[in-house]
């Protein structure tokens, strides 16, 4: 079955740490991969989703994310988090027939002290 | 800029009645989803919807699961007879169409059933 692995359940950063988020996805075939994140009182957004062609995607506020397909992993990742960073990420994906169907992982909680 | 919405913000309800729950897409959208998110666990796809037609639901979405497009502006999710389980934030996304669009969220029904 297919399956989405968020293996940070809370981050706590101060603003300008790195962040990385682990992503790892369970699915034989082709996929379409997708960062959502969800500041506090707010709706689900995306950052970025990757398709096709070169594996590092650039997204919204400064994040990207890089697909292995070797290790079947898409992480998030911001040089410099800030303090309105602070929000829950969801990893999810795909499958490259049909995206109808997404399949989300469990979020990471990220807190950004100043 | 245009979004999805979603009424009530919060639905308390016995077990054993019927709730519906209700989703304004946005307006030029033509695929429309219900995902759901039981406390502290993942969001999970629940049905997508297309052309007033079921096009692909999980095994969450049994019978005592419809969707509806009433009329050209909303989308609505009934759930006949609740049960306890059923207590999760209800998400409502909508898409310009499939395959490489994006999906839109709502800001979620929390519902709970006592």
């Known amino acids: 079955a297919q399956s989405v692995s968020q293996h940070n359940h809370h981050v706590i950063l101060s603003e300008a740490a790195s962040l990385e988020l682990g992503c790892n996805y369970s699915?034989?075939?082709?996929?379409?991969l997708f960062w959502y994140v969800q500041y506090p009182g707010q709706h689900l957004q995306l950052l970025l989703k990757y398709f096709s062609g070169d594996p590092l995607v650039k997204g919204i506020k400064g994040f990207e994310a890089e697909f292995i397909k070797s290790k079947f992993s898409f992480n998030l990742r911001k040089p410099s988090v800030q303090w309105s960073d602070t929000a829950e990420y969801f990893c999810?994906?795909?499958?490259?027939?049909?995206?109808?169907?997404?399949?989300f992982g469990t979020g990471t909680r990220l807190q950004v002290f100043p | 800029e245009p979004e999805v919405t979603q009424t009530p913000s919060h639905q308390v309800t016995q077990m054993g009645q019927e709730v519906i729950l209700r989703c304004v897409p946005i307006s030029n959208h033509l695929y429309f989803y219900w995902y759901r998110q039981i406390l502290g666990q993942k969001v999970e796809f629940l049905v997508s919807?297309?052309?007033?037609?079921?096009?692909?639901k999980s095994e969450i979405f049994d019978d005592q699961f419809s969707v509806e497009r009433p009329d050209g502006s909303n989308f609505t999710l009934k759930i006949r007879s609740t049960k306890l389980e059923d207590s999760a934030m209800y998400f409502c996304?909508?898409?310009?169409?499939?395959?490489?669009?994006?999906?839109?969220f709502g800001p979620g029904t929390r519902l709970t059933v006592l």
């Open positions: 999810a994906v795909g499958p490259y027939y049909n995206t109808d169907k997404l399949i």
């Open positions: 919807f297309y052309n007033n037609e079921i096009s692909e």
């Open positions: 996304a909508s898409s310009e169409s499939t395959g490489y669009n994006e999906q839109f």
């Open positions: 699915y034989g075939g082709t996929v379409n």
